[in-house]
């Protein structure tokens, strides 16, 4: 794209007339000019260059004409190449100014534009890597978590499994047993494991289990319908260790209370 085309640019948007085109004289040629002590200045072949005295022009690029005036250039702007100017031309004008640039000056554009990006595309770099890595951590750990709920499984199903091959069913005692049990408040429970506890009260194959919400009691209550397995008067109790810790065997605060069924304290 040539100074023609910019020219008929200029015409096309209303800000030239063709009898100022006409009137120009001298070359048109692209200059950058700076604010100095003498006003704004600009070089053309070493010569300094100045605005004409009766024309109006700021900092920047400008396509101008020039007239020599002794030992420096006089200049009259023609229009200012700033982002609005660039933003007036069509795609395949910019595409056409982006290709003569790239052709022209490839050499010295390529290092100003290896510094000016690269510290943006470190940074988008490192922040996809950071996401990545945050979202395989997350997965990593839900992994984990499932590893280890189905490691509590396989363990609760080892010790079903144990019992019900090794040992027989031992014959549920007499009703009267458990209610002279119930009544001499002579229940004794307790914690073999972490997720397992034992009482000779424990005879039924299934019990409801509910834990209150402070996580300190556990009420107990045989149902043919219930979740939690009874074996050998041992209750397993999947996730008892999450809520309650465990060192060693010990015996457990108990009571019976009729409306609700056995109280344990852990």
């Known amino acids: 794209m040539n100074l023609l085309d910019f020219q008929r640019l200029s015409i096309e948007n209303g800000e030239l007339d063709e009898s100022e085109i006409d009137s120009y004289c001298g070359k048109n040629i692209l200059l950058n000019f700076v604010k100095t002590e003498l006003g704004l200045r600009s070089k053309f072949n070493n010569v300094a260059v100045f605005p004409r005295a009766d024309v109006t022009m700021s900092e920047g690029t400008w396509i ?16 200012k190449m700033d982002a609005s100017f660039f933003m007036e031309l ?8 982006i290709a003569a640039l790239w052709n022209d000056y490839k050499e010295e554009l390529m290092p ?3 510094e000016k ?7 988008d770099i490192e922040k996809a890597v950071a ?44 009703l009267e047993v458990q209610k002279e049990m119930i009544l001499s408040s002579s229940i004794v429970v307790k914690r073999v494991s972490p997720d397992m506890i034992s009482s000779p009260f424990f005879t039924s194959h299934k019990y ?3 834990v209150s919400h402070d996580l300190k009691t556990l009420v107990i209550q045989p149902h043919d319908y219930g979740t939690v397995i009874c074996i050998n008067n041992i209750l397993l109790l999947s996730g008892l260790g999450n809520i309650s810790s465990f060192t060693e065997e010990t015996e457990l605060q108990s009571e019976y209370i009729p409306e609700k069924g056995l109280v344990v304290h852990l």
Do not use: G, W
Not at 64 to 79: G, I, N, Q, W
Not at 90 to 97: G, M
Not at 117 to 123: F, I
């Open 112 to 114: 100003e534009l290896k």
């Open 131 to 174: 996401e990545s890595t945050e979202s395989l951590n997350r997965t990593i750990e839900e992994l984990r978590e499932e590893k280890a709920e189905l490691e509590k499984i396989i363990e609760a199903n080892r010790v079903i499994m144990e019992n019900t091959s090794s040992v027989q069913e031992a014959p549920k005692e007499p």
């Open 90 to 97: 069509k795609r395949s004008q910019k595409d056409e100014i």
């Open 117 to 123: 990006y690269l510290e943006s595309v470190q940074d």
């Open 64 to 79: 101008c004409t020039l007239e020599k005036s002794k030992d420096f250039y006089r200049a009259t702007p023609v229009r």
């Open 208 to 210: 409801f289990v509910h």
